[in-house]
């Protein structure tokens, strides 16, 4: 028997949605409906708590790697044990930080791709400039919450109200016309990425499971029957009514993933068995069955905790490296054994970077540009896209005195990069990312 909280918890964690749908798209499944040819998938991988893209990406020339010795000497990564990487294009070395060896494999195999130095930002700054009166910052820029809002919203000086990754599935769902499941899907709880007015989300279960796909409101048993008398309680009530509708839509679309799940055939590729390995191994059970949904594109959100490294960071960052590229590395797999390594782009996000000074604790404290990833089969990869900043504290790139890097990239066309390959047309990016006009467009990272 389930009990009540277990039931309550699949209502809330399994699978809802913002619109309502029918059981013909169940009915349509059954019969095996024809599924989409063209297909590109979007996968957000946000690293909660502000990563310290310091200790991911770091200089391998002697006067680089000694500038960066110099300015954080209690958290500085042993030169000798960096994972070396040299850009396909030429230019001063680099090293990975050593827990990321199936990174430096990707990169050099040109299936990933990193941006130096992205952040929130309204329109180009100079140090001067970023620090004179009235200068034009994002809103609370070194805030948390703040912070993870505007990474997901791209609205930076306004209360946002819908995420771009949604926005962006919104723009193309016209190319779904039989579509039986949500385009969005988040495996990491609620977000405001996942959200716009128009286009529904689902949120999955890491593990696949959901209980409320189990129960059959037909079989006359008294978990069905309560579920029967839970969705017509009090249904004259407006709130109450909309709650049963949403409940009502996440049991239908519950039992359509299900049952295109369950004849799938179990994949292969091997994932870790961390939280964000099995998030990304259940992001590629429903790329597996696209077709079956009816769906050209997808968006998905996964989630790393943990980098809000105030202390002892780099006994930290040894575990979140690990498992963050443990991950990327056997979800890009997976994509390859289902054969759309090309159609699906992974990317990270994060609050902010953090301090390039160390505090006294051996960690660093919230900052602002950070480096990202990209990674699949469409990456113009093997290369370090934007501009990395010049690891001095007070120096030209310092939004502070600690190291703050002003970003030279901005979110909207890190953004913006990544929605133009997804489909969204260019008249419709400024929608999306309002600030993009400011800078030169998109980056040559997707092809």
């Not at 919203?153 to 990754?165: D, F, H, K, Y």
């Not at 039989?178 to 593990?207: K, L, M």
């Not at 959100?301 to 960052?317: E, K, M, N, P, R």
Request: aromatic fraction near 8%.
């Amino acid at each position: 028997m389930r009990s009540r909280r277990d039931f309550l918890k699949a209502l809330g964690g399994g699978l809802t949605f913002g619109l309502a749908s029918s059981l013909g798209r169940f009915e349509a499944l059954a019969q095996g409906a024809p599924g989409p040819s063209d297909y590109k998938a979007l996968v957000a991988v946000f690293l909660f708590g502000g990563n310290d893209g310091n200790n991911l990406l770091v200089p391998n020339d002697d006067a680089g790697y000694a500038s960066y010795a110099r300015a954080r000497p209690a958290i500085a990564l042993p030169r000798g044990a960096l994972l070396p990487i040299q850009p396909a294009s030429g230019g001063r070395a680099f090293g990975l930080h050593p827990s990321m060896p199936g990174l430096q494999s990707l990169f050099a195999a040109r299936h990933a791709a990193l941006v130096a130095n992205v952040g929130t930002l309204v329109r180009p700054l100079t140090r001067a400039q970023s620090q004179a009166d009235g200068a034009p910052l994002p809103f609370n820029l070194l805030s948390h919450e703040d912070q993870q809002l505007q990474w997901q919203t791209a609205q930076l000086l306004r209360s946002p109200e819908s995420g771009w990754g949604a926005l962006a599935a919104e723009r193309l769902q016209a190319l779904s016309p039989q579509a039986r499941f949500p385009p969005v899907v988040t495996v990491a709880g609620a977000n405001i990425f996942c959200e716009s007015p128009e286009v529904r989300s689902a949120a999955v279960s890491a593990d696949g499971s959901s209980a409320i796909a189990g129960i059959d409101p037909n079989d006359g048993s008294p978990l069905a029957l309560a579920m029967q008398q839970l969705l017509s309680l009090d249904n004259d009530l407006e709130l109450v009514r909309a709650a049963s509708a949403t409940t009502r839509t996440a049991y239908t679309d519950a039992k359509v993933l299900a049952a295109a799940q369950a004849s799938a055939t179990p994949l292969a590729t091997p994932f870790p068995d961390s939280d964000l390995g099995r998030q990304l191994q259940q992001v590629a059970r429903v790329i597996q069955v696209r077709e079956a949904l009816g769906l050209r594109r997808q968006v998905f959100f996964v989630a790393l905790d943990g980098f809000d490294t105030h202390s002892d960071q780099l006994a930290q960052q040894r575990i979140l490296f690990a498992t963050l590229d443990g991950a990327l590395d056997a979800f890009y797999r997976a994509t390859t054994e289902l054969g759309v390594e090309g159609q699906v782009t992974s990317f990270t996000l994060s609050d902010f970077g953090r301090t390039f000074a160390a505090n006294a604790n051996g960690g660093t404290d919230h900052a602002w540009g950070n480096h990202h990833l990209m990674v699949g089969g469409a990456v113009r990869g093997g290369e370090l896209y934007g501009t990395f900043p010049t690891l001095e504290v007070g120096g030209p790139d310092d939004g502070s005195d600690e190291g703050r890097w002003i970003p030279t990239t901005a979110l909207d066309q890190y953004g913006a990069t990544l929605a133009s390959w997804f489909g969204v047309k260019s008249a419709d990016l400024p929608g999306l990312f309002p600030n993009l006009s400011q800078f030169g467009g998109t980056l040559p990272i997707l092809g």
